[in-house]
């Protein structure tokens, strides 16, 4: 890689950035061209190729969630890296960028509820039309309960941090209070640092448990990922006696797969229109509109 001027130069196929890596700089296509990559389990796909002036990796800036995609150079092409501190002292002296951020920004929302509007086939297909973490939450909780015979649930996802545990939506007595978990505290805690899925059926012997002002008897607790992130769980239940079973264990980790993936659609469309928000905003605030 050579330094230049104002960006880098990449050689053709050199890799700018890998899917799942956490970034903190958006990039933008000075000359040449760079393809985007998305992994599948059947292997590489092109969703698109930028050319000069194009923006990409901009979620950076605004999210913590890690990159959805690799890009690499296609051909030699030089690349501009723009933090977010750089972002904002270049749209005050150059106005053109905050539109060129917006298109882009614009173009990824509309895709998105493009996808969202091909989703109708059944009812799981549903949970990903959700673009609101909360409604999202609260449909999954029902799907759960159509399933699983269960006197509590709950879905308790990361912060922003990774760091803490909280309620997001809730059934029964465990909707209160709204419990608040470290990463290793509790057993929903262990399960978010292990990824592996429990059946407890007496929670008071499991030297994990941390006991809330609510008795709970059993419960079931299995991760929420997507590819190798874990952001939360999925909790179901009992304080009578009303044991679960294996089978319970397995229907609701199946459901987590599909729950999964619908709370990471919402988090990365809530993700996209807060940065849109913010650029609007930060545009305003320079009068430029």
Same mark, same amino acid.
């Given at each position: 890689?050579?330094?230049?001027?104002?960006? !880098? %130069?990449?050689?053709?196929?050199?890799?700018?950035?890998?899917? &799942?890596?956490? &970034?903190?700089?958006?990039?933008?296509?000075?000359?040449?061209?760079?393809?985007?990559?998305?992994?599948?389990?059947?292997?590489?796909?092109?969703?698109?190729?930028?050319?000069?002036?194009?923006?990409?990796?901009?979620?950076?800036?605004?999210?913590?969630?890690?990159?959805?995609? /690799?890009? $690499?150079?296609?051909?030699?092409?030089?690349?501009?890296?723009?933090?977010?501190?750089?972002?904002?002292?270049?749209?005050?002296?150059?106005?053109?960028?905050?539109?060129?951020?917006?298109?882009?920004?614009?173009?990824?929302?509309? /895709?998105?509820?493009?996808?969202?509007?091909?989703?109708?086939?059944?009812?799981?297909?549903?949970?990903?039309?959700? /673009?609101? %973490?909360?409604?999202?939450?609260?449909?999954?909780?029902?799907?759960?309960?159509?399933?699983?015979?269960?006197?509590?649930?709950?879905?308790?996802?990361?912060?922003?941090?990774?760091?803490?545990?909280?309620?997001?939506?809730?059934?029964?007595?465990?909707?209160?209070?709204? %419990?608040?978990?470290?990463?290793?505290?509790?057993?929903?805690?262990?399960?978010?640092? $292990?990824?592996?899925?429990?059946?407890?059926?007496?929670?008071?012997?499991?030297?994990?448990?941390?006991? &809330?002002?609510?008795?709970?008897?059993?419960?079931?607790?299995?991760?929420? !990922?997507?590819?190798?992130?874990?952001?939360?769980?999925?909790?179901?239940?009992?304080?009578?006696?009303?044991?679960?079973?294996?089978?319970?264990?397995?229907?609701?980790?199946?459901?987590?797969? /599909?729950?999964?993936?619908?709370?990471?659609?919402?988090?990365?469309?809530?993700?996209?229109?807060?940065?849109?928000?913010?650029?609007?905003?930060?545009? $305003?605030?320079?009068?430029?509109?």
């Amino acid at each position: 890689m050579k330094e230049g001027e104002l960006g !880098k %130069v990449y050689s053709d196929s050199e890799i700018i950035f890998r899917e &799942g890596e956490q &970034g903190d700089r958006m990039f933008v296509v000075q000359s040449g061209r760079v393809k985007v990559i998305k992994e599948t389990p059947a292997g590489e796909i092109v969703i698109a190729i930028l050319g000069n002036g194009e923006i990409f990796g901009e979620m950076a800036l605004f999210s913590k969630s890690p990159r959805s995609a /690799t890009v $690499t150079a296609l051909g030699d092409a030089r690349i501009l890296g723009i933090d977010k501190k750089k972002l904002f002292s270049t749209i005050s002296s150059d106005p053109t960028l905050v539109f060129k951020l917006l298109e882009s920004m614009s173009h990824r929302l509309r /895709t998105i509820n493009e996808e969202f509007a091909k989703l109708k086939k059944s009812r799981l297909d549903i949970l990903h039309v959700y /673009t609101d %973490v909360d409604e999202t939450c609260d449909l999954i909780l029902e799907e759960a309960r159509n399933i699983i015979s269960a006197e509590n649930g709950s879905v308790m996802l990361l912060d922003d941090e990774g760091k803490t545990l909280s309620i997001k939506a809730a059934f029964g007595s465990e909707s209160e209070p709204k %419990v608040k978990l470290s990463v290793g505290e509790g057993i929903a805690g262990d399960v978010i640092k $292990t990824a592996r899925a429990e059946l407890i059926n007496k929670v008071l012997l499991d030297s994990r448990f941390v006991k &809330g002002s609510k008795h709970i008897e059993s419960l079931l607790c299995v991760p929420l !990922k997507y590819k190798k992130r874990i952001f939360g769980v999925l909790n179901m239940s009992n304080s009578s006696e009303k044991l679960f079973t294996l089978d319970d264990l397995k229907l609701l980790h199946t459901l987590s797969i /599909t729950a999964s993936m619908a709370v990471q659609n919402a988090m990365n469309y809530s993700h996209l229109k807060y940065a849109t928000d913010e650029v609007i905003k930060h545009a $305003t605030m320079l009068g430029m509109w």
